[in-house]
């Protein structure tokens, strides 16, 4: 799935198309996605103007003049591209996976003469409209933790949400009801760059008191650092995600641990091998050597 990143590189690559243009149409082709379009999907959406394009953990939120907000999410599998519009559009993707009509599912027409067309061949995305009014205090959103590239992620806040916490602290960070949007990618990413190990106790981030750690003090800027470097790379392409132009995101070239099992650590000076271990279903990359 889309981690922060890559939901905020379509952030910034969708916006300059959608904010400030109206909805001339919208063509559903299935009823629903991961789950039915809400009612009246397509007319509700019908002459709306998109006043911003905000992102919240892994959803995209377009707040519309009309009181309402569009929400999207990519789920596994999904891709926006953009057709036409004007002089200086946003290139039409070139790559076949995101040109396949078949997967087209959604096609948002605007007044500026742009198409934006959703992909999706797995159907595991969603969309909905909600009143904006209040929106935050609504699911998904009302239990979603701190966003990690906000003013209020710090080491103090990391340490509070993971006091006391037996979980092993990869687990811990990409819970989302504690800190929203970071993802397995990022999270061992960020370990690595913190010399932690993903094993470790959640708890050892806060001592006795609660006060931030040495490692709460070491994680927290990683965790900023490694989004922010993959925000700027346009997010990592593994398997799904490219960016709304149809480029690829170019983080996966920075990769310390993740999906290097076997490779040496590269961290100077240090002899260890990349190892994989299973937490929660998913895999865990981490050099036991560096990280403690």
Not at 85 to 97: A, D, K, L, N
Not at 101 to 117: K, S
């Amino acid at each position: 799935m889309p981690e922060l990143p890559e939901v905020e590189t379509v952030r910034r690559g969708l916006a300059p198309t959608l904010v400030g243009a109206r909805f001339v149409r919208v063509e559903t082709r299935q009823s629903g996605l991961r789950a039915p379009f809400p009612p009246r999907f397509a007319e509700r959406l019908k002459g709306r103007r998109i006043e911003a394009l905000k992102r919240r953990a892994k959803y995209l939120l377009a707040a519309l003049d009309g009181g309402e907000t569009l929400i999207l999410h990519l789920g596994m599998s999904g891709s926006f591209r953009v057709e036409g519009g004007g002089e200086s559009p946003i290139p039409t993707t070139h790559f076949p996976r995101g040109k396949n009509a078949a997967h087209d599912h959604v096609v948002f027409v605007l007044d500026n003469g742009a198409r934006v067309v959703y992909n999706d061949p797995r159907r595991f995305g969603a969309m909905d409209l909600v009143p904006s009014e209040g929106i935050d205090e609504r699911a998904p959103f009302d239990a979603l933790g701190v966003e990690p590239l906000s003013k209020e992620f710090d080491a103090a806040r990391l340490a509070a949400l993971c006091a006391g916490s037996r979980a092993p602290i990869k687990a811990a960070l990409i819970d989302q009801k504690r800190i929203a949007g970071l993802g397995n990618i990022y999270a061992c990413e960020a370990l690595w760059r913190a010399r932690i190990s993903p094993l470790r106790p959640a708890a050892i981030l806060a001592d006795a008191r609660g006060r931030p750690t040495a490692a709460a003090r070491a994680l927290a800027p990683a965790i900023r650092a490694v989004l922010e470097e993959a925000v700027e790379a346009g997010g990592s392409t593994l398997r799904d995600h490219r960016q709304p132009d149809g480029e690829l995101g170019y983080f996966q070239h920075s990769f310390a641990v993740y999906d290097r099992e076997g490779a040496a650590c590269p961290r100077r000076g240090c002899r260890g091998i990349i190892a994989r271990v299973a937490q929660g279903g998913r895999s865990t990359f981490h050099c036991p050597a560096c990280q403690k």
